[in-house]
């Protein structure tokens, strides 16, 4: 019994549980907090683990964390605060520290083994924290990954030439996502010429202008011709004033003189038809 | 944070011919952490301008391929040794423009451009080391 | 000794690359092609590079060379189908290939030659115009 001071805490796992949601009701956790069959699983996992060994080098206690983190890391994604995350084990040690309160009288040996308990569950706060913190940079870089994607839809706008919209800041990784997608779109449709709009762009820098350039650049490569076109007023003079030059390349004030270029270059005319009388 | 090595093997690079398989090699350690066709295709194109600098300037020498992990991130690691003379001044050697041999002297500065990391070490008469890491998502 | 063959059609040649390059079948490819325009007077070159997935600074030299020794003898290159990875990392190693024709694919790339031609021919004839 001497070595082993936290293994009566099995005995008491019924009231044990009900002193934990008693504590994390009170601790003001929103509902659902306690969720009674991974709380129970939990508990007597925990508990078994302690009846084997209260070491916490063991593996006995791997089955432990390994549940633990789950049930934290889901937790993340479904949007619990950290607060409540971290509650959660606080108030576990807490409703055992009370039970062995009233098991054990002897004060030295009660010191001790809360020691223990300290010692094994503040380890397992720690890692419960950084599974909380997993679960949400899993959820950032899906959404990183989706952003990106939905900010490149490739229009076709006729037989041979495509369109790509750009919306926002162009960085490095951004503007590698871009002229990927744009060239494989010239590939599966066999376009001759591509139209860049930047007319969506809040700021175009020496930095942009070279990605621009870049694209035209690898454009070309391929065998096909670039445009770019929604050029503002205001990005001109930046281009000018930053001494950029973008003599090389086939810039264009709007979208439909964009294309209107590109008609002319395919040798397309657009015509109004005339009004047929009966 | 510190980057942990998962896998590794190394091979002797003393012939031209050696080049296509070894290009293979790192492709299949791209392909295996699921790096996109553009990043394995930069990879191989920087792996493969140090390993013509490694057969040209060293007589050939030794590459160690790596797959290698950062926190989250996931990568392939070349590292390329050789025992030649070595770079007397790596600074102008890594300017863009500068070139000793028959090229067009977009070797290392260029190759530097295609990864996310590049280290070079050398010493005259000892040889040059050079390492280049491209992440998965860099 | 590894070679890649050289199709002849007509006045043009057609250089379809289905291995991955190494530098001396690079070099090979070089004096093959300029000795072979050289015998059959050829006007164009297409060099087919869609299954090619890599070119780096010494094949991209090679591909320049090949442009400005046939453009010597009087035969345009177009190179065709690079993949759009091997274009971005020309581009990222500082290699635009400048004098190298592309187009998307053989038949773009033949119709390019030809309206070349087209276009030279009427030079030429321009030209005796003058002289007469």
Redesign the interface.
């Known amino acids: 019994m001497q070595n082993n001071l936290l293994g009566v805490l099995k005995e008491h796992e019924n009231k044990l549980l009900a002193i934990w949601s008693q504590i994390l009701l009170e601790s003001g956790s929103g509902d659902g907090a306690m969720e009674e069959e991974e709380s129970k699983e939990f508990a007597s996992l925990f508990l078994n683990a302690l009846a084997k060994s209260d070491d916490n080098d063991t593996h006995e206690f791997e089955k432990v964390q390994d549940l633990i983190v789950g049930i934290s890391s889901s937790r993340g994604k479904r949007g619990f605060s950290p607060r409540e995350n971290a509650q959660y084990l606080i108030s576990f040690k807490e409703a055992c520290s009370k039970i062995l309160s009233e098991l054990i009288t002897d004060p030295a040996t009660l010191y001790d083994a809360n020691l223990k308990l300290n010692a094994i569950l503040d380890d397992m706060t720690i890692m419960t924290f950084e599974a909380f913190m997993r679960g949400r ?1 899993d959820i950032i ?1 899906r959404q990183v990954d989706e952003i990106s994607e939905i900010s490149t839809p490739v229009i076709t706008v006729w037989e041979g030439i495509v369109a790509l919209p750009i919306i926002g800041t162009l960085d490095s ?1 951004r503007t ?1 996502v871009v ?2 997608s744009l ?2 779109q ?2 599966d449709t ?1 376009s ?1 010429i591509a139209i860049l709009d930047i007319s969506g762009v809040p700021a175009v820098d020496s930095l942009v202008a070279q990605h621009l350039i ?1 694209t035209v ?8 011709e670039c445009i770019i076109s929604g050029i503002r007023p205001e990005i001109a003079q930046t281009v000018v004033h930053l001494g950029i030059d973008l003599s090389g390349i086939t810039t264009k004030a709007s979208l439909a003189s964009a294309l209107q270029t590109a008609f002319d270059m395919l040798q397309l005319a657009v015509v109004k038809r005339k009004k047929i009388v009966e | 944070m510190t980057t942990i090595t998962n896998n590794k093997e190394e091979s002797l690079i003393v012939r031209e011919q050696d080049v296509v398989p070894l290009r293979n090699r790192v492709k299949e350690y791209g392909v295996k952490i699921g790096m996109s066709i553009l990043n394995q295709t930069k990879l191989i194109t920087a792996t493969s301008e140090l390993v013509r600098n490694l057969l040209k300037y060293g007589g050939g020498g030794k590459v160690i391929i790596e797959s290698v992990s950062k926190g989250r991130e996931n990568g392939v690691r070349v590292t390329f040794i050789d025992k030649g003379p070595g770079i007397a001044d790596i600074e102008l050697a890594m300017k863009d423009g500068y070139s000793t041999g028959k090229s067009l002297g977009l070797g290392l500065p260029g190759t530097k451009r295609l990864v996310n990391e590049f280290d070079i070490k050398s010493e005259l008469g000892n040889g040059t080391t050079v390492t280049i890491t491209k992440w998965k998502n860099g | 000794m590894e070679r890649i063959p050289i199709l002849k059609m007509g006045d043009f040649l057609l250089v379809t690359i289905q291995v991955d390059l190494y530098d001396q079948l690079a070099e090979n490819l070089e004096s093959d092609l300029i000795n072979t325009i050289s015998k059959h007077s050829s006007k164009g070159v297409l060099i087919d590079i869609s299954a090619v997935s890599i070119i780096d600074s010494f094949m991209g030299r090679i591909l320049g060379n090949i442009a400005v020794m046939s453009k010597i003898l009087d035969a345009q290159t177009v190179v065709v189908g690079m993949q759009p990875a091997v274009a971005i990392t020309l581009v990222e190693l500082g290699l635009s290939l400048n004098g190298v024709l592309s187009a998307l694919n053989v038949e773009r790339g033949m119709d390019l030659l030809r309206s070349r031609m087209h276009t030279s021919d009427n030079e030429e004839l321009e030209y005796d115009d003058d002289n007469e």
């Open positions: 940079e870089s990784s590698q002229m990927e060239l494989q010239i590939v066999g001759s870049k650049s690898a454009t070309r490569l391929m065998g096909a």
